[in-house]
């Protein structure tokens, strides 16, 4: 069940090379070294940590709702926890000897891309913290990692965006300044809210500042119960409901209170939280084959989960469930959203929207995944209502309020007559030449495998099929493609 995100097609592993998988460790280092997977489980101490990953695009939906940012509409449920087993990535470096002027580790995937194989840099004296844990992690709880998630290795990074632990891992690299590589400059990164996606294509000036680069994640909340859509009869009810949800915090710091409304912020209740990762820290045991060592690490690598039992009656007596959490740091999850180009560390107060009909209460989610229609939000912007008037869109006294109209983009070419049958279209299905179907006209997607903001493979993906409902979902109302 853990999220999956990679920016295009899984490299094939045989399991019979899996022992000598080489990577090296390179740059300034005074002995530059090339080592086997079978040496890394062999020659150093194996470790075993609870940690969670948080993709950076975690609730981009809601982003994407307010104006379509360069990403795909996660929900709430960019976020997993595995126990990976590994090795310390500072004492693998040790071996190759770091020289003084040495800054940075950039690390390199296997997964070849557009713009070349995957990479991105932390700063060496983070790796060489023990407190952080960051590690060469090769067991995802307690089995060989999965193709999915780096098989046979890769860096696991705790406390920052998943897009910093690299996968099926390749070279670690010691430089005097973060990477080069194209996606650390051109992803992962939360440029000023008044950038827009125009003038960022205009200048390479904003991706370069590394001031904008995003490492540790931000405090940040979700409810899970109630559910979307869900429903409560107020006949069959007991006087108590039990709100839940997660929250996490960023770079090590432990989520210290979590607070609800239900009067959008005036007044605030302390929710309850529980942290699993803290059993872990009452044992010092082996695990999955490394040893299991958190009862002197300060510093949290896992989310919590929160609940509040509240009395019906003052749920029913309300417009919304509002939930915000703040960590060790006193960084505060903010009431509103901040949009970016990238749609990147979503985190304003998350909010369920309450309403009654007949004797039942109805709960909605702000989005629902991916392509899933249906959230409040949705309907906010049909009716018009502006999303960041800082009232959720809900009409505000003396506000005018016009509902948009649509527009459709003309995507055919006059003239182009072609038929193309299914047959001829499902031949091609494949990386060199991906044909797709929308609304019953056929595109050649190839021009624009490189450079595409969702990645190849969100072209590649649809490639030989209909991708109608994908496309017209996620309102890419664009011209770019040429028609076959």
């Given at each position: 069940m853990f999220y999956v995100r990679n920016h295009g097609a899984v490299p094939h592993v045989r399991d019979e090379d899996i022992p000598n998988w080489e990577f090296t460790i390179e740059g300034l280092v005074e002995n530059p070294i090339t080592l086997t997977l079978k040496e890394l489980?062999?020659?150093?101490?194996?470790?075993?940590?609870?940690?969670?990953?948080?993709c950076a695009g975690n609730r981009r939906k809601e982003q994407n709702q307010v104006r379509k940012s360069r990403g795909f509409s996660w929900g709430p449920a960019g976020v997993s926890t595995a126990l990976f087993t590994g090795v310390v990535m500072s004492e693998v470096l040790k071996r190759a000897k770091p020289l003084k002027r040495a800054k940075y580790v950039c690390m390199e995937g296997a997964d070849k891309l557009p713009n070349g194989f995957y990479g991105t840099s932390l700063k060496l004296n983070w790796v060489n913290d023990p407190n952080k844990g960051i590690m060469l992690a090769h067991k995802m709880n307690g089995e060989m990692l999965r193709p999915d998630h780096g098989k046979p290795l890769r860096a696991v990074v705790p406390g920052q965006i998943g897009g910093r632990s690299v996968k099926w891992l390749k070279r670690l690299i010691l430089t005097d300044a973060p990477s080069i590589n194209w996606y650390h400059i051109y992803d992962n990164r939360v440029l000023p809210t008044m950038i827009t996606p125009e003038m960022s294509d205009k200048s390479d000036t904003w991706w370069k500042d590394d001031r904008y680069a995003i490492y540790d994640l931000n405090v940040n909340s979700a409810v899970a119960y109630p559910a979307h859509n869900e429903r409560l009869k107020l006949?069959?009810?007991?006087?108590?409901?039990?709100?839940?949800?997660?929250a996490y915090g960023g770079g090590g710091r432990r989520v210290t209170r979590v607070e609800i409304s239900l009067d959008?912020?005036?007044?605030?209740?302390?929710?309850?939280?529980?942290?699993?990762?803290?059993?872990?820290?009452?044992?010092?045991n082996s695990l999955y084959g490394g040893e299991l060592d958190m009862s002197w690490r300060e510093t949290c690598f896992c989310w919590c989960f929160w609940s509040l039992d509240m009395p019906i009656e003052d749920i029913k007596n309300s417009k919304d469930i509002v939930v915000r959490a703040m960590d060790e740091g006193m960084s505060?999850?903010?009431?509103?959203?901040?949009?970016?180009?990238?749609?990147?560390?979503?985190?304003?107060?998350?909010r369920i929207v309450i309403s009654m009909e007949g004797d039942e209460i109805l709960f909605e989610h702000p989005t629902q995944p991916a392509l899933m229609p249906g959230g409040?939000?949705?309907?906010?912007?049909?009716?018009?209502?502006?999303?960041?008037?800082?009232?959720?869109?809900?009409?505000?006294?003396?506000?005018?309020?016009?509902?948009?109209?649509?527009?459709?983009?003309?995507?055919?070419?006059?003239?182009?007559?072609?038929?193309?049958?299914?047959?001829e279209l499902r031949s091609h299905d494949k990386p060199?030449?991906?044909?797709?179907?929308?609304?019953?006209?056929?595109?050649?997607?190839?021009?624009f495998?490189?450079?595409?903001?969702?990645?190849?493979?969100?072209?590649?993906?649809?490639?030989?099929?209909?991708?109608?409902?994908?496309?017209?979902a996620i309102r890419k109302f664009v011209n770019v493609c040429t028609q076959s």
């Amino acid at each position: 069940m853990f999220y999956v995100r990679n920016h295009g097609a899984v490299p094939h592993v045989r399991d019979e090379d899996i022992p000598n998988w080489e990577f090296t460790i390179e740059g300034l280092v005074e002995n530059p070294i090339t080592l086997t997977l079978k040496e890394l489980i062999t020659d150093f101490e194996q470790i075993t940590l609870p940690i969670t990953l948080v993709c950076a695009g975690n609730r981009r939906k809601e982003q994407n709702q307010v104006r379509k940012s360069r990403g795909f509409s996660w929900g709430p449920a960019g976020v997993s926890t595995a126990l990976f087993t590994g090795v310390v990535m500072s004492e693998v470096l040790k071996r190759a000897k770091p020289l003084k002027r040495a800054k940075y580790v950039c690390m390199e995937g296997a997964d070849k891309l557009p713009n070349g194989f995957y990479g991105t840099s932390l700063k060496l004296n983070w790796v060489n913290d023990p407190n952080k844990g960051i590690m060469l992690a090769h067991k995802m709880n307690g089995e060989m990692l999965r193709p999915d998630h780096g098989k046979p290795l890769r860096a696991v990074v705790p406390g920052q965006i998943g897009g910093r632990s690299v996968k099926w891992l390749k070279r670690l690299i010691l430089t005097d300044a973060p990477s080069i590589n194209w996606y650390h400059i051109y992803d992962n990164r939360v440029l000023p809210t008044m950038i827009t996606p125009e003038m960022s294509d205009k200048s390479d000036t904003w991706w370069k500042d590394d001031r904008y680069a995003i490492y540790d994640l931000n405090v940040n909340s979700a409810v899970a119960y109630p559910a979307h859509n869900e429903r409560l009869k107020l006949n069959t009810a007991g006087p108590m409901y039990k709100v839940r949800g997660y929250a996490y915090g960023g770079g090590g710091r432990r989520v210290t209170r979590v607070e609800i409304s239900l009067d959008k912020g005036r007044t605030w209740s302390l929710a309850n939280i529980e942290y699993p990762e803290d059993r872990y820290r009452e044992v010092q045991n082996s695990l999955y084959g490394g040893e299991l060592d958190m009862s002197w690490r300060e510093t949290c690598f896992c989310w919590c989960f929160w609940s509040l039992d509240m009395p019906i009656e003052d749920i029913k007596n309300s417009k919304d469930i509002v939930v915000r959490a703040m960590d060790e740091g006193m960084s505060l999850q903010p009431k509103d959203m901040y949009w970016s180009v990238l749609g990147m560390m979503n985190n304003p107060w998350f909010r369920i929207v309450i309403s009654m009909e007949g004797d039942e209460i109805l709960f909605e989610h702000p989005t629902q995944p991916a392509l899933m229609p249906g959230g409040w939000m949705e309907k906010v912007k049909k009716e018009g209502g502006n999303l960041l008037n800082g009232h959720w869109g809900e009409r505000v006294e003396g506000e005018e309020v016009s509902v948009p109209e649509l527009t459709e983009v003309k995507m055919t070419k006059d003239g182009v007559v072609t038929k193309i049958n299914i047959d001829e279209l499902r031949s091609h299905d494949k990386p060199d030449s991906p044909w797709f179907v929308v609304n019953g006209e056929v595109y050649n997607g190839t021009a624009f495998l490189e450079g595409h903001p969702g990645g190849a493979q969100s072209i590649v993906s649809a490639a030989g099929a209909d991708a109608s409902e994908e496309f017209l979902a996620i309102r890419k109302f664009v011209n770019v493609c040429t028609q076959s």
